[in-house]
């Protein structure tokens, strides 16, 4: 129903920047939620970044003033820009949508929640 393809990711030295790319596709109605979620070797997968479709965006402390999500919803693509990154910031990158999505009637229900496969991000000097 809806696929997601996430990009961007690569190696960057300290105090550098990324900006991840997710491109959704499919049946998609509305975006009503994407969040951006990363996961370093041996830690849990946490939630770095999110935002709905009202606008509201969420951080997680350690990325506050330094990433900003947003969301082009003509193309139904949603970006992390990650300025000042650090050797912690190291981790692959997950894209999480939530999203309306249209049946081949023209019914508008809920379609669920899809994860990308994920991007890595290496900071490293």
């Known amino acids: 129903q809806v696929q997601l393809v996430e990009s961007g990711g690569g190696l960057v030295q300290p105090g550098g920047s990324l900006t991840l790319s997710c491109a959704a596709s499919?049946?998609?109605?509305?975006?009503?939620?994407a969040g951006w979620y990363r996961q370093a070797p041996g830690k849990q997968r946490e939630l770095v970044a999110s935002?709905?479709?009202?606008?509201?965006?969420n951080y997680v402390d350690s990325v506050k003033g330094r990433f900003a999500i947003s969301t082009d919803n003509a193309d139904n693509t949603v970006y992390l820009q990650m300025n000042s990154l650090k050797p912690e910031d190291t981790a692959v990158y997950y894209c999480?949508?939530?999203?309306?999505?249209?049946?081949?009637?023209?019914?508008?229900?809920?379609?669920?929640?899809?994860w990308g496969k994920g991007t890595l991000v290496t900071v490293s000097s």
């Open positions: 499919g049946r998609i109605f509305r975006i009503n939620y």
């Open positions: 999480n949508v939530r999203a309306s999505i249209i049946d081949p009637d023209a019914t508008v229900r809920y379609g669920g929640s899809y």
């Open positions: 935002i709905t479709s009202g606008g509201t965006t």
